[in-house]
Structure formats: structure tokens, C-alpha cells
């Protein structure tokens, strides 16, 4: 079983400021999916990285793959009140799609 | 783009009842169908992996007996708690992938179960 690790889990910030996420973990991954979940809600896809070293932009988000295919990071710049809810990292390994911890943002105006 | 259906969005029920949950995938058909649960605050947790046809695979620590798969075509996967107790409270969530392999797993809007 993969330890996947998601940080942080928590994050307050305010508005305009950056952040990142962090997904970790011991394993390669043949592919990581971003998600992000607002309450009462299913999660919606974000992007889908698969090449190590790869990076995807969506608008303000920055998505990275590490070389290793080991971990992920998601970057936001200038975050908005609307970039607030929880972002989950889950890669697709054995034929399933497993969710790391999440990390719950809040942007306050 | 693909569309899950989970009904219903939310649900109350007595200790010892059974609840069932759908998941139909609206414009895509599916052989695989996940059911995953999620407590407040917290991630999703797989459950189970439903598969068209056959047998549905548990994670470890999921009782089978308890919570009952059925994937009977194509666009429909069900999930039954059994004798339901106040501990299955949850918001339980299923997913499904377009069979043509298309990019990404689209998730139903999930279901508030309450138990009481």
C-alpha cells in the first residue's frame, strides 16, 4: 500500500496572496488527477498530469509533476474568495484512484 | 461532458432500515464504478469498486454483507447499506469513467445519509 501524503492540510489566507499544495509520497505514480470540492458536492477534476516533469496551467492554478513521478504540487497565484474549498490529490495506481488527506482553503477577502 | 447521477442528494432514515443509493451515468456507459465515503472534514475513502456484470471488490475494512453492490448494466450501479446504524451517517459518493477510456473520473453530486 502507498503512504501518499497531502500538505498542508489547512491553509487561511487572504486574498491575492500564493499558495501550494503538496502531494507526496513513496510510490511512482503512472498518473495523478487534481480535484478540488466544494461542500454538499461531488469533487470536479481539475487536470490530470502523467509525465514526470510535466506542468499544466488552469488560468491561476499551476500544476506540477515531479520528475520522479513520486509527487505533485498544485500552485495558486493571487488567490480569490472563489479558490476556496478543498483540493484533493489522488493518483491512479491498480486500477483504482485513491484521495489523499485534502487540503482545506480559505480565502478570506 | 460526461454526467454522473447520484440520487438521492440526501436521505434520513431509522436505525435497523435499509437505504439504497444510485449512481447512473447519464451519457457515457461504464464498467466500472466506484463508491467511496466521506466524514466531515476528511477525504474520500474507497469503499468498493463496482463492476459491470460481476462482483463488486471491497477495500479492506468494508463489510460486504453490510454495504451491498449492484451493477447490473451499463449505466447503473447501486448501494444498499444494510440495517443501517448512526456510525453509517456519511456522505457517500460514487464515480464512474467513460469505458472509451476518456481522461478523468466524473463523480455523482454524493449522498447525505442519516442515520437515526
Known amino acids: 500500500t502507498q503512504l501518499l501524503e497531502q500538505s498542508p492540510q489547512f491553509l487561511s489566507i487572504q486574498e491575492g496572496e500564493n499558495l501550494t499544495v503538496y502531494c507526496n509520497s513513496s510510490?511512482?505514480?503512472?498518473?495523478l488527477q487534481w480535484y478540488r470540492q466544494e461542500p454538499g458536492e461531488g469533487p470536479v477534476l481539475l487536470v490530470t498530469?502523467?509525465?514526470?516533469?510535466e506542468v499544466k496551467k488552469l488560468k491561476r492554478l499551476t500544476f506540477q509533476f515531479g520528475d520522479a513521478r513520486k509527487d505533485s504540487s498544485l500552485h495558486i497565484t493571487a488567490a480569490q474568495p472563489g479558490d476556496t474549498g478543498l483540493y484533493l490529490c489522488?493518483?491512479?495506481?491498480?486500477?483504482?484512484?485513491?484521495f489523499g488527506q485534502g487540503t482545506e482553503l480559505s480565502v478570506k477577502p | 461532458g460526461a454526467v454522473v447521477s447520484q440520487h438521492p442528494s440526501w436521505v434520513i432514515c431509522k436505525s435497523g432500515t435499509s437505504v439504497k443509493i444510485e449512481c447512473r451515468s447519464l451519457?457515457?456507459?461504464?464498467?466500472?464504478m466506484f463508491w467511496y465515503r466521506q466524514f466531515p472534514k476528511q477525504s474520500l475513502m474507497l469503499m468498493a469498486t463496482?463492476?459491470?456484470?460481476?462482483?463488486?471488490?471491497?477495500e479492506q475494512g468494508v463489510e460486504k454483507d453490510k454495504f451491498l453492490i449492484n451493477h447490473a448494466s451499463l449505466t447503473l450501479s447501486t448501494l444498499t447499506v444494510t440495517s443501517a446504524h448512526p456510525e453509517d451517517s456519511s456522505f457517500y459518493i460514487c464515480?464512474?469513467?467513460?469505458?472509451?477510456?476518456?481522461?478523468?473520473?466524473?463523480f455523482g453530486s454524493g449522498t447525505r445519509l442519516t442515520v437515526v
Open positions: 464515480s464512474a469513467r467513460d469505458r472509451r477510456g476518456y481522461d478523468g473520473y466524473t
Open positions: 510510490s511512482v505514480f503512472s498518473s
Open positions: 498530469v502523467v509525465t514526470g516533469g
Open positions: 489522488a493518483p491512479w495506481e491498480g486500477g483504482k484512484l485513491i
Open positions: 451519457d457515457f456507459q461504464a464498467t466500472t
Open positions: 463496482s463492476n459491470e456484470g460481476s462482483k463488486a471488490t471491497y
